[in-house]
């Protein structure tokens, strides 16, 4: 009676965690302090990350939902965190670039949406994903830094190159990120914003910018206890794995991402919108 109480349990979150969790949709909400961000420069941020369109459960219904539920947070800015295709062998309902780029381009806010690229980006026909932001207008910024905001509230928005653009081998990658570069263009002592997929560069991320916003990670995707740091895809395990994390006064937020990855199934960590204010 145990085995089959177990099994059934087994079955029950084997269903839950591909059928169900995967399709949902939450907001989650962070007001950081970062020192190096003034007070009362207020900001707000929609951050959208791994999207991964395509079946099973990232279609175009999901992916509708996902923008209309951003655009009511009537943020200043949204920024998007790359991955935004998926290609493992569960994909069922391909989602054309086109299709998903036009649908991003409804988001609307006052300074505008802008992007990174991710590892799925680069290892996944990554100049038709350049030339498919780029026909709906949404920016990608590649080891680039943009000045933004009114006269008062001005700050710089940085993104990086992807970390693990190409694959050299079992567990080697050569990214084609320039942190130095990019911040050497940051030419007033206005606060910045560092968009980087993943957060294994948060080590290396210098007081001077006030906030980091990654995703990449999923959260872990299947988040069982005591297993599921094994199964983030950063080598520093758990650390950056997911949510507001602050060392030695530098703040990284990670947000668990709406698509999946390898399997589509998430459990512990549903698809999520992270919405930032800065300055409250």
Known sequence: GTAGLFGLSVIATSVYAGAIEPH???????????????????????????????????????????????????????????????????????????????????????????AILGNHDWWNNVSDIRQALADVRIPVLENLAVMLGAKGRRFWLAGLGDQLAYRLGPHRFRGVDDLPGTLAQVETDDPVLLLAHEPDIFPRVPARVALTLSGHTHGGQIRVPLIWPVFVPSKYGARFAYGHVVEEARHLIVSGGLGTSLIPARLGVPPEIVHIQLGV
């Not at 219904?61 to 209309?68: D, G, N």
């Open 24 to 114: 949902g949709l939450v907001v989650t909400r962070y007001q950081p302090r970062p020192a190096a961000w003034p007070a009362g420069r207020k900001l707000s941020i929609t951050v959208i990350a791994d999207l991964h369109a395509g079946g099973p459960d990232m279609t175009l219904p999901h992916i509708r939902q996902i923008v209309e539920t951003a655009n009511g947070l009537k943020s200043d800015i949204v920024v998007l965190l790359g991955d935004y295709t998926t290609s493992y062998l569960f994909v069922d309902k391909p989602v054309p670039y086109a299709v998903w780029a036009a649908e991003l381009a409804r988001l609307q806010a006052p300074l505008g949406t802008w």
